[in-house]
């Protein structure tokens, strides 16, 4: 499977967290393959690098005519540009994180504010849908489930359409589907068809297109994101910034550790190149988010709502 | 009790104010076995390795064939790798605690702003229900104050429905409630069709929809943060990087503090595992949020604006 | 007068700006004396380490069998646990004081809103109830008035009631609101049914109501603020933190300042605890701010309306 | 002029831009002398410090009875106290200044908002008032340029109202608002007045009505940035932490650069007071904003949309 | 072409991400080409002025009346005043592309906020209008899609209107606004009356009318961000104490680095200079953002979105 996918959590459940707070996350071997295999290539440019400095030093500085570092300065006046640097690094870096895990965060919410949307236009219909359009109501929650499911392809590749919306719409109604380019707006037509056709007041009309309207501007929102990465001049100077810093610790720290050099500047690259690639990865959100897994739960959650309905009003008739 | 429970807060009163204030927040002793408690082993961990590190360097270098450390250089020297990643440590640490907090504060924003929604939904069915729909308003206002329990079931685990909901329901609406899988549907439901019930204008229906559309993006934003934690590669990443770094920092100091490098090791190991633990622990507010409490008081809310209802009646009609 | 009121802030006018711009406000001595009450015991006890460390250098490693520091390392290598650690402590002061500021603005936001909530609502009464219902009106803005008032006994603690209403309702209004356990309540009671008896459309009818669940909800904000502290092991955890780290300070540069040593340490211990202090006391924001001087400046803000009124009608009505 | 002006902006347009792009931004001497007046005093005095410094090494320490520094001991450990405290310095700086800037910028967006919700206001009205109504109409156009210009009233000072307003409102007009104490509502209060004046659908009255509604949302934002600085505490210990630092720091480093010593302070104390200084002077945004210049764009704007009005109906009328 | 388009980002797609996740990143010379061509002549300055340190301490020391620098103190004492201002630098320079980022991000947000309002009142208008109104439906989709093209005329520069505008409107129309000053409100002055024309109920009128509010809020919030440069002398400030921050670095690292100090100086200025000028230019975000291509995939939906219609009105009927 796919590089990225490795990256892709699932839903959590309390089981999950549990896990999560005991100290056996200091440990867990599994994510930590998922960082290294992604920052392999250059954590061993770095050590490779070091290696150099090292041969250079014991080899090269013995012949003539080659230049050679002063012994006796101690290791901390070599350090001074990366000690003077190192704020501005870590400060790009974390900055830059935390600003990939805002887009993350808000693409997640989409979602889920998506999903409330639809959990909601289905509660109105249900109870203001007369009794005798119940034909209209079934469309509006086939449509209903049906929406979030556009995010997988609006937003996210590879994703197979006849097999996911088979289960959720009737034939024709997914044939119609497929033929269209922009098959989103194609649902939130139906939606709003469906709003106008049925027996309502005027304001529950606008109070269910409100959703629909909601709808459309969740999935503006997550094409901005999909759309529009980080400025990439930023993002490039920051990666180079970061390398070429990593790549020159070895001068620095050699005449100190020595032969241990390829084993500390291989241990910083791992940890400071893990925590940019991570920023790159959530930073396109959509193929790391359970989309899939959320629009199922949202298929359950509208189902038990239509069992919920007869009782409720039953219960209420009551009083 | 469980471990997580044991950083639940109170809600606070003036009182827990003032003892804040008080310098004794420097000195109390209890929370302090809080976190000692959850990074007992990691910070042991921390020790022995510095415990390791002096009887290696005492007892281990006197032999042959064992790599040494070089005495003559300063310990500067050797902490320059720590020197120059400290910064990213302290800021990932710092900023996915925040990030926690901003998750933390949310989900208590989300609970609150739930009980703020259904105080209106019956100040509202309080003023404008007419007075032979009286069962109808008893039933909003019983709906109304289950509504925010069911938090307690449905971000929460291991609350006995039952007995929380038995004094707050009639036995056959309870009944109902029990055998749902999602009964927060169960509750907005009944709440929809009393809106609809009531002879009210088409408008203070659509005012009265909304909150119960409000309780509903509540639980949905709730649900998000429950189900979705923090890209879990960027925590275990930043939980390893700093066991590394803390495991390694007693090579750096031990020239210098000898045999007080295992007590320094481990009081820098517990403050530092201490934040990070803090983070993991707010980043599921709701098992630490006293959900509970908060919606007592609601219930206690309501019961006094019902009581305060016939009075301001007369008072404004008097005008 | 108690202590977290010396922090309590005037409103601001344009002469207090300009002094604030001056450059006397690096000289003021005035709430230097603030800050300085507040974190006297904890200075005075890192002064007190200090002195102990001197002492203790000077006479106790004369004797046998103490343990000594060595005399020959210099100051830079004893302080690597504070250099390294410095960073986590800066940054946890400060973010927990942002997080604490974020906290005060907001709350001083809600009491800003709230009134611009109730100057909206007496605008509106003003220009849409008929000439007939001037009674209604006047009890519409009475009512107003006081809402932002009780600001003052929902989250604040210490303010007499009957003293500060008593010029601002009718005595049968008075007594009633007296009588209540939670009055807030009564006076949204009272907003609502002066609405609903005013003959105005339904249209105007939901958008003076929007004010008062606007009201409703500026209170349960106030009041999330006023019950949730930040997570109390958080808080706990950085003072702890932040006070060993300013006792063990000394041990680090004794060797370099020597009887200068106290006052130094006093100073960096002045300053950072003096910063997490102000974090504690901005934290419960409503015993600092100027609630009762904002409630009042309404007060005649709504007073100016109702006498704006005619003069405005004609103006538009000669049109 | 006043010397916060100094600091006043002009809207920015493309050659501004242009301008900012070049690498002449390094250079330009200009706004140099903005800031050198303002912190002139407090860096004059770190100055001082500094040779006093020097003077007392060179002079008094050769006398007999005056306590002397120690020479043998290297810069870097003098300097503990300030690299361990520069973190704290750097932040609290930093982040302030940042807390004034969303202030600021909050500040601007309010003034942003209210003229676009006045365009708004004055696009609905030519569309929607009936051609009969069209001097209510001028007058709607009259007081809705008004509103902004309140801003300069209502949040600054020393503006002359008869002048800025004449050109803008009728003569009796003029007097009717000059003699108010808040002469924003009696802006508003003419606002509500024509809206509910005009023979529009109840929908149409209540979405203008809106745009007022914001209108004074925004000044009442406004009136909570001018009125609440931020914690005065705050911003007290911030100043004389800074200064403190500013004058100790001579000691650190006179043994390194020596008379160098007073040019290398003053630099820093510059650099470091002159963010301070900024931060101080966009707090209270509202005297360097260009508000009067926004207000006469609006202006514009609406007489050009006064003139679009009658073929653009014409260009729908043909369809 | 002019230098900021340079930095101009294209949309992305899938293959772009693709391409951005691999370890690629750290070597495509394309974009370091743009910085370096930025600021090629502040760090030509830099690399100058540490090719003159080199020349005076190797010529001009020797001869007489020179001062000289201490050549036995080490680089780190040299370092100080540069070590305890770089986190000062670091955070200024972070923050304030931070900034810069926000503003870009809201830019970007308001574009694409017009582009889904404008999707939005279309499918409001193919369900609400009626059949023998199309004419009137063309009119509405005509000038939906061309709104988001005013963006380029009203904050950026360089665009021609004939050009664009011709496939879009038809031609008297775009003789009409042609010759308007400000013609973003010529268009939603015809929306606003094409809103109000067409035969739909008050409340879809208002539903509709709320679309027009928002692009006129977008346009508004987008001026705001052209006008208001970040205060000029805090952009200023953050320059003038870069440049001289680095100017002076050669200083202390000459007597480690020597001849390699150039380099070494010119790679530092390279990295922060160019962070400083990514915020520069991201200040101003219209510039570099892909608005024509925004604009042109919104045509693209909004007549896919007409193609659906009938089918969608056939599907929803049948029920």
Known sequence: RKRENILKDEPYAFEHWQRQRSFRRYTDPFDCWVVVLNVFWPVTFVVLAA????????LGQQRHGFPYFRENSNAVEYG?????????IA??????????????????????RLCTGMRNIVR?????????????????????????????????????????????LL?????????????????????????????ITNEQQQSMD???????????????????PLPVAYTRHTSRFLIIWLLCLPVAIWQVYE????????AVAFFLLG????????????????IDKIASRLRADIEEMIENNQKAKRLVMEC
């Open 51 to 58: 290696v150099g400095v090292g041969l250079y030093k014991k």
């Open 91 to 112: 400060l790009l870096l974390v900055f830059r994180t935390n600003e990939s895990y805002r887009r993350w965060w808000d693409a997640r919410r989409n979602v889920g």
């Open 259 to 266: 032969w241990a050099t390829p084993v500390i500047a291989g």
């Open 275 to 290: 925590i940019e690639h991570i920023g790159i990865m959530i930073e396109e959100p959509f193929s790391i988010l359970p």
């Open 124 to 168: 109105q219909g249900i109870a203001w849908f007369p009794t005798e359009q119940n034909a209209l109501l079934q469309a509006l929650q086939r449509w209903a489930i049906v929406l979030p499911h556009m995010m997988l392809f609006h937003v996210c590749e590879g994703h197979d359409m006849d097999c996911i919306l088979k289960p959720l």
């Open 210 to 228: 409100l959703e629909i309207k909601g709808g459309l501007s969740e999935f503006g929102a997550s094409d901005d994101i999909l759309r529009q």
């Open 171 to 199: 034939p024709n109604e997914l044939d119609w589907i497929k033929e269209q380019d922009r098959p989103t707006f194609g649902v939130t037509a139906c939606l709003t068809r469906i709003v106008q056709t049925a027996k």
């Open 80 to 88: 001074l540009p990366f000690t003077t640097t190192s704020f501005a």
